[in-house]
């Protein structure tokens, strides 16, 4: 019997899967709100996001290093942000233990908040960094840069994982193909803004102009 194989895998394996089912999939209830009514009342929307951040929060701290309190004095367009960066995290880090080798099943209510993650992310994060670093004349370009190159960068490593470990063979990759199937368009208007910049204004230029002819090949 070769226990090599068993070393490698399966430890690392169990952890992952345990991850995923006992914080990350929960996470992503939390914060899309599929198990949960939301609530009536005034503000519904600001109220409902600053409720699952705070859910999101108790179950895996490193998604929201803010506190109750700073995320209660957070504005309604900078909350709409935040709930797009804590989802873009938690299918990072879902797609990071898929990986790693775990292997899972999702329920049709699982798929549903994978969808919405997703949706979050494009909706109130990369289209918001695309549009601010499109702004003329902005004083805060470097910055603006910065935000919108590290969000692509990272959806792109998720749609093309470059590091799965061979001994696992080939891997599924459930969070990329949400990507590719569901919001392929919406990531391009970010790729065309960075991956064609002036030489010297963008150090990953050619890996994004690369994936973008990757991506529209699909």
Not at 18 to 36: F, N, Q, V, W
Not at 125 to 149: C, D, G, I, V, Y
Request: hydrophobic fraction near 40%; include cysteine.
């Amino acid at each position: 019997m070769d226990n090599s194989q068993e070393e490698v895998v399966h430890p690392q394996d169990e952890r992952s899967q345990s991850r995923i089912k006992e914080s990350l999939l929960p996470a992503a209830h939390a914060l899309t709100g599929t198990l949960k009514k939301q609530p009536k009342g005034s503000n519904v929307l600001e109220d409902t996001l600053r409720a699952r951040l705070m859910d999101v929060k108790q179950m895996d701290m490193q998604f929201l290093e803010l506190t109750e309190q700073l995320v209660e004095e957070v504005e309604a367009d900078e909350l709409q942000y935040l709930t797009g960066g804590t989802a873009l995290k938690i299918l990072q880090e879902i797609s990071i233990e898929e990986r790693r080798g775990a292997v899972f099943e999702l329920s049709l209510t699982d798929q549903s908040a994978l969808w919405m993650l997703a949706a979050l992310v494009f909706r109130w994060k990369l289209s918001k960094e695309t549009e601010e670093f499109n702004k003329p004349t902005s004083s805060s370009r470097p910055r603006a840069l910065n935000r919108l190159l590290q969000t692509t960068l990272i959806l792109l490593r998720t749609i093309f994982p470059e590091e799965a470990q061979p001994s696992h063979g080939e891997l599924k990759n459930t969070v990329g193909a949400i990507l590719i199937h569901h919001h392929a368009i919406e990531i391009l208007p970010s790729m065309f803004c960075l991956g064609w910049l002036p030489p010297g204004e963008c150090e990953e230029g050619p890996y994004i102009r690369s994936s973008t002819l990757r991506l529209l090949s699909r």
